[in-house]
């Protein structure tokens, strides 16, 4: 059994590949075949992906892939004060424009 990746590279247990669809990147532990294609498991997400949809990429690229995610904003006081102004800004709803008149439908009992 051969898994080739989008470009035809031969991939097999231990290189490095990145995901077309997500991009996510990882090392591969297992290959597989079914009557479905041909299939390399990720270290990183533990998924299996059809060879076609990776790419076959070099140590110094999944190390520069892998470590590019952008870090999560430090949560302080000032940004959750900040955030809950503006939800509360959006909650507010104008009920001067609501017809309450007898033609409603009446509540159910």
Not at 13 to 29: A, C, H, L
Request: hydrophobic letters at 25%.
């Amino acid at each position: 059994m051969e898994v080739t990746d989008a470009r035809g590279k031969t991939i097999l247990k231990g290189f490095y590949v990145r995901y077309s669809g997500t991009g996510n990147v990882g090392k591969v532990t297992d290959l597989k075949s079914d009557e479905n294609g041909t299939w390399a498991k990720m270290d990183t997400t533990e998924l299996w992906y059809q060879g076609q949809y990776l790419e076959v990429i070099d140590k110094a690229r999944y190390e520069k892939l892998n470590h590019d995610e952008t870090p999560e904003p430090e949560e302080t006081s000032d940004n959750k004060e900040k955030v809950n102004k503006k939800l509360g800004k959006n909650k507010k709803i104008k009920l001067d424009d609501v017809d309450m008149s007898s033609e409603l439908c009446d509540g159910g009992g």
